[in-house]
């Protein structure tokens, strides 16, 4: 199995292509916009920017592209995640079909990129279906009913998805939806940025920003970069509050060898909370089928091999698959009303711009964030800016949104419980726990070599008590979902610090 430096599972794009190679930054830069997150939305600004004439710096606190944007399925869906019928029902008809529109122009305008800079990334349009799941948690009436209500006609029912019938209920059909191998695209766009005078700097960590006197991000190595905009496009944006409107989900896929042609290719869908998502692609004598699902809330659960397992027992009995060849999970921002939060990131900081809240549509999203970011910086009217704003008002009822923002509280109570296990001597190799050592918790390790790693279990965020992830070896933290490495150093904002060695912990 493919490991990451932290232990995670690589994904089957990661395990499968060699990554875009940059260099570290030297030293301090001036630019015009500087570009923290080098995904899918910090490079499609880039792309846009850099083909405006603007200059751009790109940073990423790993390799370019390899973050949460590397760990994706690549559907690109206009399909809404959360639903089009509730998206309708809290942002309103005109602002719901805007949204569609908006994942819709994103494929559009990845398709447009595909042919202009001729990359080979095995894009191609597919349909996308919702199926009806025994016990589902979703109307299919309902959404058929809100598609056709806002000019979405090309949505169909039908009672069978294909010739290979999963063997589940009925489906909605979505037409025109896509795929693509997601590295392959991000290397060509990283080149074409690159080609027109951008620069990227991998592994280079921004600490804070601030525009005391202009726009400004300092690095944890010191270097700082001078820009006239800053556009904040990690997973979580570092030095924002938005923690409450952003809970944090783990999601876990496995990639299983399928028998070349043995489905045709599409984007599938069920309707089981969590849900299933499914899709293929193409590998030299054989496909992939491409399974994810089995999420929960990060850091409140501790058993991804059972959830790997669960998936593989789904898929056999659903498609010919021969065997597990990837295992991989992900870090997945949900948002308070289904929408990712896009604009100025504060009426006082209007240089200062967010994309953040994939809310499971990451490849659109992040599209959408590039295409509306750039417009806001090259002065543009945009008609996604009010439906993306991100200081909107909550537009759920309160029993659908404090149901997260309890989820989010309850595990500071971990600070008066006992730990764990009550000694180091109670971890075997390649175990750890969270250890109780009079006032203090202790975030314990040992390693597979039986060497023992000890740092504070006190996340650096807001304080919450972190849990082992045994399946990735990380410590996840339950409360807002920041996530750290056995040495202690941040993986996942929101918390930027490394958690403390134990003796700073008081």
């Known amino acids: 199995m493919w490991k990451s430096d932290e232990g995670a599972n ?37 792309y846009l920017l850099a083909n405006a004439g603007k200059r751009v710096a790109v940073i990423d606190d790993g390799p370019i592209g390899g973050g949460e944007t590397a760990r994706t ?22 602002n719901a079909k805007l949204a569609v529109q ?24 597919v349909d996308g279906f919702l199926v009806e799941a025994e016990n589902g948690s979703d109307d299919l009436d309902e959404e058929l009913e809100a598609a056709h209500r806002l000019g979405f006609t090309g949505v169909e029912m039908v009672d ?52 005391d006197e202009s726009p400004q991000v300092t690095t944890d190595a010191g270097q700082r970069i001078n820009a006239k905009s800053i556009v904040l496009a990690t997973n979580y944006p570092i ?31 069920d309707t089981l909370d969590p849900y299933h998502y499914v899709r293929t692609q193409p590998d030299e004598d054989h496909d992939v089928l491409i399974v994810g699902g089995e999420d929960h809330r ?44 896009i604009g100025r990131f504060s009426d006082s900081e209007p240089d200062i711009y967010l994309i953040t809240g994939d809310s499971g549509m990451g490849m659109t999203h992040g599209t959408i964030g590039g295409m509306l970011v750039s417009d806001l910086i090259l002065g543009r009217e945009n008609p996604w800016a009010a439906v993306y704003e991100p200081s909107r008002l909550l537009t759920q009822s309160l029993t659908e949104s404090i149901p997260e923002v309890v989820a989010s509280t309850v595990p500071y109570v971990e600070w008066v419980t006992g730990g764990d296990v009550s000694s180091v001597d109670d971890l075997g190799n390649g175990e750890g726990a969270v250890i109780r050592d009079g006032l203090s918790k202790i975030a314990a390790y040992r390693d597979e070599d039986g060497k023992l790693h000890q740092r504070s279990a006190v996340c650096t965020h807001m304080g919450c008590i972190v849990q082992f992830n045994s ?31 134990i003796e700073e912990e008081t």
């Not at 908006?102 to 349009?125: L, Q, T």
């Not at 698959?321 to 949900?334: D, I, K, P, R, T």
């Open 239 to 269: 030095q924002s509050k938005m923690f409450a409107k952003l809970p944090a989900y783990r999601t876990y896929v496995i990639g299983a060898r399928l028998p070349k042609g043995a489905i045709e290719p599409m984007l599938l869908w």
């Open 73 to 94: 399925t690549a559907h690109l869906s206009w399909a809404i995640d959360d639903r089009i019928y509730r998206i309708e029902k809290w942002h309103g008809e005109a």
């Open 102 to 125: 908006s994942h819709a122009a994103a494929i559009d305008e990845i398709e447009r990129i595909v042919k202009a800079e001729n990359i080979d990334c095995d894009f191609r349009r």
């Open 298 to 341: 990060t850091g409140q659960e501790n058993d991804g091999d059972e959830r790997f397992r669960r998936l593989w027992e789904w898929t056999r009995e659903r498609y010919p698959a021969e065997e597990v060849l990837y295992e991989w999970s992900g870090q997945v921002f949900e948002t308070h009303d289904g929408l990712a939060f």
């Open 10 to 46: 690589v994904s089957y794009w990661q395990a499968s292509e060699e990554g875009i190679k940059t260099d570290a930054l030297g030293g301090s830069v001036e630019t015009d916009i500087c570009i923290i997150g080098g995904g899918i939305s910090g490079l499609t600004a880039a």
């Open 471 to 501: 399946s990735e070896k990380t410590w996840d933290c339950p409360c807002h979902g920041s996530r750290f490495a056995i040495d202690g150093h941040a993986i996942n904002t929101p918390a930027v610090k490394p958690l403390a060695p």
């Open 160 to 211: 069978k998805v294909s010739a290979a019938d999963t063997g589940d209920g009925r489906a909605l059909r979505f037409p025109d939806q896509g795929q693509f191998h997601i590295l392959k695209y991000l290397s060509a766009l990283a080149r074409s940025v690159e080609e027109r005078g951008g620069r990227l700097f991998s592994n280079t960590r921004a600490l804070e920003w601030n525009t």
